[in-house]
């Protein structure tokens, strides 16, 4: 069974307010929040992929891609 992203499709990143294209990240920063993130502020701001960590998903189909 495949997860799905299940609330609205987010459509710009939380912190750089760019647009999401291929994917996007649900997950905690190094502030200690949680965010939507593309992959270069995931890269800059966030941390691992996982439980408790955050999760990536395909942005147009919002398929669960990793985490």
């Not at 710009?12 to 997950?27: H, M, N, S, T």
């Not at 992929?49 to 999760?55: A, M």
């Amino acid at each position: 069974m495949t997860k799905k992203w299940m609330s609205s499709k987010p459509v710009v990143c939380d912190l750089c307010k760019k647009p999401l294209k291929r994917v996007f990240i649900d997950g905690r920063t190094s502030f200690g929040s949680w965010a939507i993130m593309c992959p270069v502020c995931h890269t800059e701001h966030g941390g691992l992929l996982g439980l408790g960590s955050g999760q990536m998903y395909n942005a147009e189909t919002l398929e669960k891609i990793g985490g």
